[in-house]
Each structure stands twice: as structure tokens, then as C-alpha cells.
């Protein structure tokens, strides 16, 4: 999976209409590679990475430095800028190398800093550029069986068995090793081991610790421990910050650091005539689902990353305004994702890893939204599409119905 075809085809729709693009997601999911994958494509390219010293240095004395590029032909060159954010200035640099240059060259801005929300300063780069996301790999990704997006929206139920014992491997490989590339690739559990304790130090202790006012990093590092046992369910910021021995707007503002770092993701609650304290809960999820050791909780984690790929990708495609949520009712009636697009439900998604009869919450919540709905689940020889009232639930392997979304 070197070639990342499903997002160097986002790259070609996207820079095809605009002259600057940014690349964001998790540190270590291969931006760099497919920055220079990209880059491949280009006979004129110029790669600059904030964190190399010499290139910083060079930066700062002579910042148009791509504009004495030693070119092969007459083509447009393309500049990539790797960690760009960590320059204090990087807004308005931007603004102007674009103002003065989109029409001579192509811009790559790539991160793993939130660029597309990060708030330290700076003119406003609105209009200028193009946004996508690259995430760790999913099945949908891996298994390349991907259904065109019309198609998904006009039938979301839509199933097939084929590649069974294939999908089934890779599925067990993010369960067990992640979806980011280095220990997924390596396919060894001492080596996640390893990895996944490396990483969030490293991302804790010096990208959050350099890039924000943080100052207690141990209570940080505790929090992020502690995440991993309150997934499957809304968070509690009083209880973590019972447990934490701290206030509950250091809890919030940590949380909000963590999502803005890529360690995790939330999702709301589907808000049309719910209860006004159910509108307030999150739910969050990590991209590092094997520190999860509750299989259901992971299952539903897993679950949660595939579809909040999806949802990013069509939105950053320019699909629609999709959005994933959970649904939930005054009597604490629960289903756990539901698509939506333009506020309106697509689809119901519930994850119950071993229960092949579809729950009574999403009998209940289908009837409500009229709304096509799957219950996923970890393994089984085929799938059912059963009854409900005028519509059909389908009873699916997780691993076959999320391999074809697009």
C-alpha cells in the first residue's frame, strides 16, 4: 500500500481546481510519502520540511527559495511545504507566497498539526486553498472495493461475501496492530507494543508540549490513559476530572487538544427532537484502537474510524456536508452512528461485534427516521436482511459492508 491510490485520487480532483492544497492528518500516517509520491508526478518539484534544520535555516534567510528551482522543462513546478505550521508566521507566509505565485506554480501544504483549525495567529487563508485528509489505513482503503458514491446513497444496504477470508485477515490486522502504516506494515504485536507507546509520548511531549501552553504534561499523558476504557460511551468530563484531581475546563480543553492533535475524535449527538442534555454529550474515539482492550469497545471503535474516513472523504470530494453522529432518546434509547447529509439521516449504523439480531434501538430509531439501517458485526458466514415494519435491516460482517464504502 505504498501507491495510497484511494487519496492520490483525491489529490488529482482537488489540485485540478486549485492551485494550493493542504494534506492534513495523524503524525506518522505517510504524509511525507505521499507527498513525495505526488511530487513523482512532477518533472519541476521542490520538497521543504520545516523540521530539517538546514532547510529551516535556509527558509528563514531566503523564504522564495523555490523560485531559483533547477527545472527539467517548462511545466508548472509544484512546491511542498511538510510541518509548515510550526513556523510562528505560517498564515500570512502562505497568504503572500500565494497572492504573488499561484499562477506560476502548485502548492502542497502538509501537517500533522490540525491546519485546517489551528488558531495561532495569522491572516485568514480563506479561499486560497484546498483541504484533505490522509488517515491510517482502513479496510475500505486496504481492500479496494470501493463503491461509487451514488450508488452508496441510493442503496446503502447493498451486500456481497466475496474476498470473505481476505477481509477477515485485515481486519484482524488493524485490530490487533492499528491502521498506521509503520507497525500495520510490520505485522508484528511486540512491534505495535513498541510503537504505539513511542508515539504517544512523542506526540504528547513534544508536539502538543511545543505547540501549546500545556504545562502539565504528566496529567496529559494520564488522560490519555485513562480514554481508552471510556470508549463505547459519552464522556464524563466530572468524572475525568474527579479522577484526574483537576478542573473540568482543563479536562475539556485537553480533550479539545488531543482531537486537534489527531489522538482522537468525537462525534455529537443527531440533534433533530432530542432532549436538550443529550445534545450536549460526546462521544470519543481513538485512531489508535488496539489500546482498547474491551473487544466490544474496540469493535465499536473500529467501526467509528472507518466511518468517520468515509465521511471526511466526501466532504473534502465535495460529495455533500455529511456528518457522523450517534443517536439517543430521553428513555437512553441508543444507536450507535448515524450518516447524515445536510443534517438529513443517510444511514443508521449500530456495532455489536457478536449479536446477530438487530437491537431494539435501532428497530426503534429506524421506524423514527425512516432511515435504511445495518447492524455490523465481528464475523459471520453471510448476511440477513431482516424485516421492520415497510423497510429491511441488514445483518452484516463489519469487515465486508465497511470494505466497499467509498
Avoid at 508566521?89 to 497568504?95: E, G
Wanted: glycine letters at 6%.
Amino acid at each position: 500500500m505504498e501507491t495510497r491510490p484511494l487519496y492520490i485520487n483525491i489529490w488529482q480532483e482537488l489540485s485540478a481546481h486549485k492551485p494550493m492544497i493542504f494534506l492534513v492528518g495523524p503524525r506518522q500516517t505517510g504524509k511525507t510519502t505521499l507527498a513525495h509520491l505526488i511530487s513523482r508526478t512532477f518533472p519541476n518539484h521542490v520538497y521543504f520540511n520545516w523540521d530539517i534544520a538546514d532547510q529551516r535555516a535556509e527558509f528563514l534567510q531566503r523564504p522564495v527559495f523555490f523560485t531559483t528551482l533547477e527545472r527539467q522543462d517548462a511545466s508548472t513546478p509544484l512546491v511542498v511545504f511538510d510541518e509548515i505550521h510550526k513556523y510562528k508566521d505560517w498564515k500570512n507566509y502562505l497568504k503572500g507566497i500565494y497572492d504573488q505565485f499561484h499562477k506560476e506554480y502548485r502548492f502542497l501544504v502538509s501537517g500533522s498539526g490540525r491546519l485546517d483549525i489551528y488558531q495561532k495567529g495569522g491572516d485568514s487563508l480563506a479561499g486560497r486553498y484546498f483541504l484533505f485528509h490522509l488517515w491510517p489505513f482502513t479496510i475500505a482503503e486496504l481492500a479496494n472495493r470501493n463503491r461509487e458514491m451514488d450508488s452508496f446513497l441510493q442503496d446503502p444496504l447493498q451486500m456481497e461475501m466475496a474476498d470473505r477470508n481476505n477481509l477477515q485477515e485485515i481486519w484482524q490486522g488493524l485490530s490487533e496492530l492499528s491502521g498506521f502504516p509503520e507497525p500495520y506494515l510490520a505485522g508484528r504485536k511486540t512491534h505495535y507494543r513498541r510503537w504505539t507507546n513511542t508515539y504517544s509520548r512523542q506526540l504528547i511531549r513534544e508536539d502538543i508540549r511545543d505547540l501549546t501552553d500545556i504545562k502539565s504534561i504528566a496529567d496529559l499523558e494520564t488522560l490519555y490513559v485513562l480514554l481508552p476504557s471510556r470508549v463505547g460511551s459519552p464522556l464524563s468530563i466530572p468524572s475525568l476530572a474527579s479522577d484526574l484531581k483537576v478542573s473540568y475546563n482543563s479536562i475539556q480543553s485537553w480533550l479539545s487538544v488531543f482531537e486537534l492533535f489527531f489522538l482522537t475524535f468525537t462525534i455529537g449527538p443527531w440533534t433533530r427532537k432530542i432532549a436538550r442534555t443529550i445534545q450536549k454529550e460526546r462521544k470519543t474515539y481513538l485512531w489508535d484502537a488496539p489500546r482498547i482492550k474491551e473487544p466490544g469497545a474496540r469493535f465499536e471503535n473500529m467501526v467509528a474510524i472507518e466511518l468517520y474516513r468515509a465521511v471526511n472523504g466526501w466532504n473534502d470530494m465535495g460529495y455533500g456536508a455529511f456528518s457522523l453522529h450517534f443517536i439517543k432518546n430521553k428513555e437512553q434509547q441508543e444507536v450507535d452512528f448515524v450518516i447524515a447529509n445536510d443534517g438529513e439521516p443517510v444511514v443508521l449504523i449500530e456495532a455489536k461485534r457478536t449479536d446477530v439480531e438487530p437491537s431494539k434501538a435501532l428497530r426503534k430509531f429506524q421506524d423514527f427516521v425512516k432511515t435504511p439501517a445495518v447492524q455490523l458485526v465481528e464475523e459471520a458466514g453471510g448476511y440477513r436482511l431482516i424485516p421492520n415494519g415497510d423497510q429491511s435491516i441488514l445483518v452484516a460482517p463489519a469487515c465486508q459492508w465497511l470494505s466497499t464504502l467509498p
